[in-house]
């Protein structure tokens, strides 16, 4: 037996994922090896992933790899290298999210003193509902079933039924709750998870049902005991996976309605499985209070990705004598508001009503076509890994798809996608993009993707490896198996093919070759398919930049991997931590070799594009602008951002920088150059009637500037309300700002605001504005910028002196609407 020491240099710890990678390694060996963690003194077959996790390996734990077989030296040396120069390389998790925090209550809000409880945000955003405590079942029933001779056979039948079940949810499911069911399939086809239940079922005598929750509990006792959060909370997707096995194979114990939602609700809870969550009803879901949910919970995860405020911070026992009462959950500010009065509903509900109008008024501006402020033309595209992320990209104002990952079809499963599998995904995103374009990127896998199916040995630097177009001659079946699907469901859209790794002239034509005899089969079988399909290349080798030339003969467009790109062109990998800060996409080498990119392909009627991280990074998009790239590809959520910081941008100003920063010496100098760069915004006038509004309800004075600064964000003049409302009423407390005669003018100047404007409200009656000027039924706001050269107090002085004239104040108040006001102030005012 040989024995292999070494310290975990895993930040997060032997979380899934890297746990998968190293059973993988062991898994290719003959020999059997033990994995042991001296911390806790916990051990594990190496080629298992459960029982790898259930370890609790902590970053910097002292563990050793006991080797025992026929292999066991070479096995040895080959993971000591895996274990010295890959392992760390596997720690990631899921995407994470920022964690919210808390926002102060806003005045506008803690005028109203509201009785209120205050707890952590986990999601914001604001919900209503009533009050119901989640209650989970009890397995007590469950163990008390009696032992059954079926029982062996029992267990394989549900163990199958409930991978059916994931599988067909991970069919129309997208986004996280894909990766999450992907996990807990993982999870339910290691071979440990069955064989402890079988064990313990041998050993103790036991029937399966508790055996499957003795199972559970050992599993999470060891989770709950790790010092990692993110270890800790794994615990909740095992026994989302026990007690789905559990339901399957005896649903009559199951109580159907516990979760059956028929209002608008605030769930409070202790936890929720993911499974629980995704059996919801989430149109009446408007909130949730979770106690033991942490902020890398599965379930917090969903929640967040369907918009779900969510708070903790409170025990379920201490909100128990609040159930079935109304309440209104604030993600924003972190409080769950029991029973509100009518004033604090009254402050909720705007609330509600702005982020409504303010999220509407985004979708709008994102469904423009991608323009600079003179006109230039540059498409605004999303990267997607699956057909179900198509609507939301769209939905998002992406005008076409510039990366479709089809690799994501290949991953975390035993063998291949056949042929129809892949023409139905791709025909899937091809009808919800309609006539837009949708650029297909062959599959991108070996190396630093790995296939169990594929077989491709470990490699030392599987970036420089045999990965993407490399590996295709030798599994040329495969490759014609994806092309057979893309032409197929390419009669249904605008499909474009697109290869990756490409670095010679020889692979592109070993593609077309390719291609011609797909579509000869496809003819031969009477299948319908596009008989021509734009061809383009992933440029990341930086050679191909000498020869794009060549190249611009052979393919239609190009796509530019900025981040394979750039660490290519640096020697620098980009995940390794002591190398990584030298990763930077901005430096003077970068940016001149894009623009010879640009500019030979345009001299040979090409396009290019850009689908890397640069693509979405909106404190570049001048230099992406003026370096002239015709597309640009990014996540779907940044894309209405990016669209409307385009419309600022002079796409001649933003050439000038360009050039300037390709003739910078350094990294620095560019960035220097970038915050110097003002581009001419878009002049908003200070008076405008999307800033006058007429109100046909009471408002209190609170509700009346929440309202105004609400309106300023919802037409983009600001995006701090809650602080430039803040701003305000540190004014109020200065001086009042009732001015008699029923008016009253609030005003600031403020590092919040980001055009000066002038606000109005028209109230339906007399308002108390808590001033010795008497109650107002006009308020005119005035919000100008710190840095304006219009100064706040003059135009104060100037409005309190024309609303002494009893003819202009008469006009003023008689005005019905919103025109009328502007004329009106336009004419007699010099701003």
């Not at 790109?565 to 640096?570: E, G, K, P, S």
């Amino acid at each position: 037996m040989l024995t292999l020491d070494f310290l975990c240099p895993l930040p997060n710890g032997l979380h899934a994922r890297p746990a998968w990678a190293l059973k993988e390694q062991c898994s290719a060996w003959q020999s059997d090896i033990r994995f042991i963690n001296h911390r806790l003194s916990t051990h594990a077959d190496g080629k298992s992933s459960l029982a790898l996790v259930s370890t609790g390996t902590l970053f910097n734990d002292s563990c050793s790899l006991e080797i025992s077989g026929s292999d066991e030296e070479p096995a040895r040396r080959a993971l000591e290298m895996y274990l010295e120069q890959h392992f760390i390389d596997s720690d990631s998790v899921l995407p994470a999210v920022a964690s919210p925090t808390a926002h102060p209550l806003p005045r506008s809000l803690s005028r109203l003193n509201p009785h209120l409880l205050t707890g952590n945000v986990l999601a914001s955003g604001i919900g209503f509902g009533e009050i119901t405590l989640w209650r989970s079942d009890s397995l007590d029933g469950y163990r008390a079933i009696a032992a059954s001779p079926e029982d062996m056979t029992r267990l394989e039948h549900s163990l199958a039924e409930l991978a059916d079940s994931l599988n067909q949810q991970l069919r129309v499911l997208g986004g996280e709750s894909k990766t999450i069911l992907s996990a807990h399939l993982s999870l339910i086809q290691d071979e440990e998870f069955a064989s402890n239940i079988r064990r313990i079922m041998r050993d103790n005598k036991q029937g399966l049902a508790a055996a499957i929750i003795d199972n559970m509990d050992a599993i999470c006792d060891k989770l709950l005991a790790s010092s990692s959060d993110y270890l800790r909370e794994r615990a909740s997707d095992i026994r989302d996976i026990s007690e789905r096995l559990l339901h399957i194979t005896w649903p009559q114990h199951r109580n159907q309605d516990v979760l059956r939602l028929t209002q608008p609700t605030i769930l409070v809870a202790e936890d929720l499985t993911p499974s629980q969550f995704l059996g919801l009803d989430l149109t009446q879901l408007k909130g949730m209070v979770l106690e033991k949910t942490g902020r890398t919970s599965h379930t917090l995860i969903l929640a967040r990705a369907s918009s779900i405020p969510v708070l903790n911070g409170f025990s379920v026992a201490e909100l128990s004598g609040l159930e079935h009462r109304q309440a209104v959950l604030d993600g924003q500010c972190g409080v769950l508001v029991p029973e509100p009065d009518d004033a604090v509903m009254g402050y909720y509900t705007l609330a509600r009503e702005l982020d409504d109008k303010r999220v509407a008024r985004q979708t709008q501006d994102a469904a423009l076509t991608a323009l600079s402020r003179d006109g230039q033309r540059i498409e605004v595209a999303a990267n997607i890994g699956s057909a179900l992320e198509a609507p939301g990209a769209f939905s998002n104002g992406a005008e076409g798809v510039g990366l479709f990952r089809s690799e994501m079809l290949y991953m975390d499963r035993q063998t291949p996608p056949d042929e129809q599998e892949q023409f139905e995904a791709y025909q899937q995103v091809l009808l919800a993009a309609g006539n837009k374009p949708v650029i297909f990127r062959t599959l991108d896998i070996g190396g630093d993707k790995p296939l169990s199916y594929l077989n491709i040995p470990h490699e030392e630097n599987p970036f420089l490896g045999y990965r993407a177009v490399r590996i295709y001659p030798e599994f040329a079946g495969l490759i014609r198996t994806q092309l057979r699907a893309i032409l197929r469901a390419g009669a249904y859209g605008n499909a474009q093919l697109m290869i990756p790794m490409v670095h010679s002239l020889d692979q592109i034509l070993w593609i077309k070759s390719q291609l011609q005899q797909v579509k000869a089969e496809l003819q031969a079988e009477g299948l319908r398919f596009a008989a021509s399909l734009p061809l383009g290349i992933m440029v990341e080798v930086p050679s191909v930049c000498y020869i794009i030339d060549h190249f611009c003969d052979e393919v239609d467009f190009f796509s530019i991997g900025s981040n394979d790109m750039t660490q290519y062109l640096y020697a620098v990998d980009r995940n390794n931590p002591r190398v990584s800060p030298l990763y930077n996409p901005i430096t003077p080498s970068f940016l001149r070799m894009l623009r010879q990119i640009v500019s030979v392909a345009h001299r040979h009627g090409k396009w290019v594009g850009i689908c890397g991280e640069l693509g979405g990074e909106s404190r570049y998009l001048p230099l992406l602008l003026g370096l002239e790239l015709d597309e640009l590809s990014m996540s779907g959520p940044r894309i209405p951002a990016v669209k409307s910081q385009l419309r600022q941008l002079d796409s001649a100003a933003c050439r000038e920088l360009a050039n300037k920063a390709c003739e910078c010496r350094s990294a620095d100098d560019i960035e220097a150059l970038l915050r110097e760069f003002t581009p001419e915004d878009d002049a908003r006038p200070l008076l405008a009637l999307e800033n006058i509004l007429f109100t046909d309800r009471p408002l209190r004075k609170e509700q009346i500037i929440q309202l105004l600064c609400g309106n300023l964000a919802v037409n983009g003049r600001t995006e701090h309300p809650l602080e430039l409302e803040e701003d305000i009423w540190q004014r109020e407390e200065i001086v009042t700002t009732g001015v008699g005669f029923c008016v009253a003018i609030p005003h600031t100047k403020s590092a919040w605001i980001r055009h000066s404007s002038i606000s109005i409200a028209r109230l339906p009656a007399l308002t108390d504005w808590q001033s010795d000027m008497g109650d107002v039924e006009l308020v005119i706001m005035l919000t100008l910028g710190e840095h304006e050269g219009i100064n706040h107090v003059k135009v104060f002085s100037q409005l309190a002196r024309k609303l002494v004239n009893k003819t202009f104040r008469q006009s003023l108040l008689e005005a019905t609407d919103a025109q009328a006001i502007l004329t009106l102030l336009s004419e007699e005012l010099s701003l």
